[in-house]
């Protein structure tokens, strides 16, 4: 569409951009992963780790209509002060939904090799992947996935910079 995708871009903003160009509207559904783009990231990121079969997800405790089968996992504080349960699955369990509608994602994700991780926020609209510069280049390389590479240095204009 035209639209330049850079450091700067954030949902709201290519939301209207879109509307702008298209008249089409479009809402950026936060804190969740879309199912396509969680299967595309786990099947890339499973040849990333000696550990496909073991990793560890976190969903936030806050939202009232968590499965509940999940609501008596363990509970852990993850940054900002957020209750997280704590999940445990093969990567590929990122593309579960873990609340009664079927449309929220676990927000972060890691292997139990630690080799990278997935972080997100219930207010971010933006995903985050920390990992090797092979791993970081297999999801840019993938057409399924909307990317952006990122410095460690950059500041992202969201709710905690």
Same mark, same amino acid.
């Given at each position: 569409?035209?639209?330049?995708?850079?450091?700067?871009?954030?949902?709201?903003?290519?939301?209207?951009?879109?509307?702008?160009?298209?008249?089409?509207?479009?809402?950026?559904?936060?804190?969740?992963?879309?199912?396509?783009?969680?299967?595309?990231?786990?099947?890339?990121?499973?040849?990333?780790?000696?550990?496909?079969?073991?990793?560890?997800?976190?969903?936030? #405790?806050?939202?009232? /209509?968590? %499965?509940? @089968?999940?609501?008596? !996992?363990?509970?852990?504080?993850?940054? $900002?002060?957020?209750?997280?349960?704590?999940?445990?699955?093969?990567?590929?369990?990122?593309?579960?939904?873990?609340?009664?509608?079927?449309?929220?994602?676990?927000?972060?994700?890691?292997?139990?090799?630690?080799?990278?991780?997935?972080?997100?926020?219930?207010?971010?609209?933006?995903?985050?992947?920390?990992?090797?510069?092979?791993?970081?280049? #297999?999801?840019?390389? /993938?057409? %399924?996935? @909307?990317?952006?590479? !990122?410095?460690?240095?950059?500041?992202? $204009?969201?709710?905690?910079?």
């Amino acid at each position: 569409m035209g639209i330049p995708l850079n450091g700067a871009a954030v949902g709201d903003r290519l939301c209207q951009d879109y509307a702008a160009k298209t008249g089409e509207q479009v809402n950026v559904d936060f804190g969740t992963l879309d199912y396509e783009v969680a299967s595309a990231m786990a099947e890339v990121l499973s040849r990333h780790t000696t550990t496909p079969d073991k990793c560890f997800f976190a969903a936030w #405790a806050g939202y009232s /209509d968590i %499965r509940d @089968e999940l609501a008596g !996992a363990p509970v852990v504080i993850l940054p $900002p002060e957020r209750e997280m349960y704590l999940l445990e699955g093969p990567v590929e369990a990122a593309t579960e939904a873990f609340d009664e509608q079927r449309s929220r994602r676990s927000l972060r994700w890691w292997p139990a090799d630690q080799t990278w991780c997935v972080g997100n926020d219930l207010y971010a609209d933006s995903v985050y992947v920390a990992g090797s510069k092979e791993c970081v280049s #297999a999801l840019v390389d /993938d057409p %399924r996935l @909307e990317t952006l590479v !990122a410095d460690r240095s950059d500041v992202h $204009p969201g709710i905690y910079a």
